[in-house]
């Protein structure tokens, strides 16, 4: 709720850095709500890692002293809902007109593809941190601007596109960010 | 195919090391093998790491200098399969007599059981290393054998359990271990 005057205060990096890691605490403390109330089981997947280098100190446990970062081969969330497998990522927009395509690995794209043809739900969470607004992004329209994006140089999504299209998710405070209505509005539209 | 003779040629510190890499590479090459042939899209979890310190060397890309193994939350695999959200752990076994539930975390337990109970399919899969053989693990006998532990002690699952009641995994090439077909068996027995 506060995320616009954090945003005036604090210098440009820190302030990306810090508004990921909002939309990611929103998830998780929601996803830890959903766990407790016994309505899904939804998880964060850790961050990939590559260890190149493991310490071994006396009697007290291994520590990794050289690894760096890998490129995420899938999304970030993953779980169950009502018998349903749900998958999705988690992108934050600072952007006031589009939600830029550059956002999302291919590979991310290919992926949520696969999961829907075998019958799972998969869908991105786009936060538009100048509106304070969340949405959920069906794969059927990313996929349209994305496809899009190869021929005709197009590389975004507009702020329309998720007003008129996309599934609004209300903020509150528990749950923090109750997107699984969303995810049933979504289920819906389906069958 | 050769797990004995690479047991005896190397130490066991090792041979734990790799025989543990076995599985998992098996359940690797495996999910590879099926989201080829558009069977499922089931990946491997990354390992959680605790990260405390991170480098930024001038222009090249982040180094993680300090971090640490964490427990698991959850299972090491999960995806999608006909619909059906699957979740799994595999463990290695190298007694020749008993599985011990020891192997397996508290949390890792309550986790499948959450799974099943939103109407996903969740087990173990355990390699006898001993005989070389392979088993599904359906979490009903799992619960039966961790919940007696609690009461009398008892904290292991007899191997002749796993010949009467589990689901064999047949180990063979492309697949190297072809888990599905134990799923559909475990599937069909839920119906």
Redesign the interface.
């Known amino acids: 709720m506060n995320f616009p005057t954090k945003k005036k205060t604090t210098n440009k990096i820190n302030n990306k850095a810090n508004l990921g890691m909002v939309l990611e605490d929103m998830i998780n403390q929601t996803n830890e709500f959903y ?1 407790n109330a ?1 309505l ?2 939804i ?1 964060k ?5 590559q ?1 190149v280098k493991v310490d071994y100190p006396m009697r007290s ?10 490129t995420p ?2 999304t970030d969330y ?10 999705f990522e988690a992108k934050e927009n600072h952007n006031k007109t589009l939600f830029p395509l550059r956002n999302i690995h291919p590979h991310q794209v290919k ?1 949520l593809n ?2 829907v ?4 739900i998969g869908f991105l969470i786009v936060a538009w941190n100048h509106y304070n607004e969340f949405y959920l992004l069906p794969l059927d329209i990313l996929n349209e601007f994305w496809n899009q994006a190869q021929d005709d140089g197009r590389k975004s999504i507009p702020y329309s596109i998720f007003k008129e299209k996309c599934i609004p998710i209300k903020e509150g405070y528990a749950p923090r960010l109750d997107y699984l209505k969303a995810v049933d509005i979504l289920i819906k539209n389906q069958i």
Chains 1, 2 share one sequence.
């Open positions: 766990i016994n899904a089981i998880h997947k850790p961050t990939p890692i260890i446990k291994a520590v990794i002293t050289e690894a760096y970062y890998k081969s899938t993953n779980g169950v809902y009502k018998g349903y497998y749900i998958d992926h696969q999961i043809a075998h019958g799972g």
